[in-house]
């Protein structure tokens, strides 16, 4: 079935530790994006990829960074995670920025220790 | 005015009843409002959505009645089972812009 896949599942890191999360997608879709959501919250966008344009929320720490190096895979990459970056980290996918639907993938629980 | 206003935050229904959960906006350029279950641990799943052309949009249980003159939106959830237990997100769009989410509701349904 084609699906948006983030591995892996769980993830605990250290304080300033730097941490890689993962987005494949077998949909074919143009555009990736990246949501973090917090517990009892609505996801909130950090940024995300027209094919390779990068389009970062301006409200976006610079502590987060993201590689999309083909179609299929994206990388969020937090360079010093602190206690407040604990979240859901969410990969989303749309055939098009004007395609209105957006799929996504089950998402990633960051710890922070 | 890029806000969308969701409510109730928590809503507890009889299974069998009727769920409703309401939105509402200011940014009358948005043209597109999906509604998104998201189960605990998962990521939001895409439900039903809108075009402000339509009045109302039903897919088995679920339908969303929308006035466009109110500026107001909501999910009904009819014949409300225990399996519709989530948070629902209303959301809100215009054209390639970003999707403007709701706060969110935990609906449970006690069997």
């Known amino acids: 079935d084609a699906m948006v896949i983030q591995n892996p599942r769980y993830q605990v890191t250290q304080f300033g530790k730097p941490v890689t999360l993962s987005c494949s997608q077998t949909l074919n879709h143009n555009v990736m994006y990246w949501y973090q959501q917090k517990s009892s919250q609505a996801p909130k966008l950090l940024f995300h990829y027209y094919d390779k344009d990068f389009n970062n929320e301006a409200d976006t720490p610079d502590n987060f960074q993201s590689r999309r190096p083909n179609t299929s895979f994206c990388f969020l990459d937090i360079r010093s995670p602190g206690l407040g970056d604990a979240a859901m980290y969410l990969c989303a996918t749309s055939l098009g920025q004007t395609s209105y639907e957006q799929y996504f993938g089950p998402g990633t629980r960051l710890t922070v220790t | ?111």
């Not at chain 2, 509402?24 to 998962?42: H, I, R, S, V």
Request: proline letters at 6%.
């Open chain 2, 1 to 111: 005015q890029q806000q969308v206003k969701q409510s109730p935050q928590s809503l507890i229904v009889q299974k069998g009843g009727i769920s409703i959960i309401n939105c509402a906006y200011e940014n009358t350029a948005f043209d597109y409002f999906p509604w998104y279950q998201q189960f605990p641990g998962k990521g939001p799943a895409l439900l039903i959505a809108i075009r402000p052309d339509v009045s109302e949009k039903k897919e088995g249980r679920f339908t969303i009645s929308f006035n466009k003159s109110a500026k107001q939106f909501s999910l009904h959830i009819m014949d409300s089972q225990p399996g519709d237990s989530a948070t629902y997100f209303c959301a809100a769009r215009r054209g390639a812009q970003k999707l403007v989410f709701g706060q969110g509701t935990r609906l449970t349904i006690n069997p």
